[in-house]
């Protein structure tokens, strides 16, 4: 099994609401990313968890909160979001976070209203 | 930090003709140069990558070229085909997955 599986594929939220992404995979895999990715645009790296700890945040606002319940998990939770966060949420992982074989996701498109 | 830089943005081509998009870096210590392909809508999927001992890679149609020296690196599509079309990335990193930077990429569209 080499997918990364992310749920919701699409959501619409407010600008008032709370909601989460979540990301999963079931390959072994010690080190989950989160990218943003607008259109037209490379994928921006805003957190990476190595070993449920989170070892990376690229200066993200606050209203982006990840979590890593356990090594196979790995969430967004997402509060007062603004228009300009819509975009397309891409989750990753690999081996650990020193190897560069890794899986995307396929993404949750998320647009803020 | 690293930066990747890489052209055309677009590129146009007839199917059966060959394309070349090329990227540059500036960090030496670089030592891992994946390339992604992206669908409309869909995840980043790795098609090639090449690490810092080796000059060129191919697989099948596709094959990857690396000048250390010259910090650049190319990717060549052969006998193009419509489904070919797609936005690409390259990218670099010397420390793993984690510390991967991404081109700004390459809209190829390849026409029957």
């Known amino acids: 099994d080499t997918e990364v599986t992310q749920t919701p594929k699409h959501l619409v939220m407010g600008m008032t609401n709370k909601k989460s992404l979540k990301c999963e995979q079931h390959m072994g895999h010690r080190a989950m990313y989160w990218y943003k990715q607008k259109a037209k645009k490379p994928p921006e790296l805003m957190f990476v968890?190595?070993?449920?700890?989170?070892?990376i945040n690229e200066s993200v606002p606050s209203r982006f909160s990840p979590e890593c319940p356990n090594s196979s998990l790995l969430n967004l939770h997402l509060h007062a979001l603004q228009p300009e966060d819509s975009a397309l949420y891409l989750c990753?992982?690999?081996?650990?976070?020193?190897?560069?074989?890794?899986?995307f996701g396929q993404g949750t498109r998320l647009t803020v209203v | 930090g690293e930066n990747v830089e890489q052209h055309p943005s677009t590129l146009s081509v007839q199917e059966g003709d060959s394309a070349v998009i090329k990227c540059t870096y500036s960090?030496?210590?670089?030592?891992?140069f994946p390339w992604y392909k992206q669908e409309l809508g869909k995840r980043p999927q790795l098609i090639i990558d090449i690490r810092s001992n080796v000059g060129e890679k191919k697989d099948q149609r596709i094959a990857v070229t690396l000048n250390k020296t010259a910090k650049h690196f190319s990717l060549h599509i052969t006998e193009t085909q419509p489904e070919d079309s797609a936005v690409y990335f390259c990218a670099a990193s010397m420390r793993g997955f984690q510390k991967l930077v991404f081109g700004t990429g390459t809209r190829l569209l390849v026409s029957p």
């Open positions: 960090d030496s210590a670089s030592n891992y």
């Open positions: 968890y190595s070993y449920e700890k989170l070892s």
């Open positions: 990753a992982s690999s081996q650990d976070e020193e190897r560069t074989e890794a899986f």
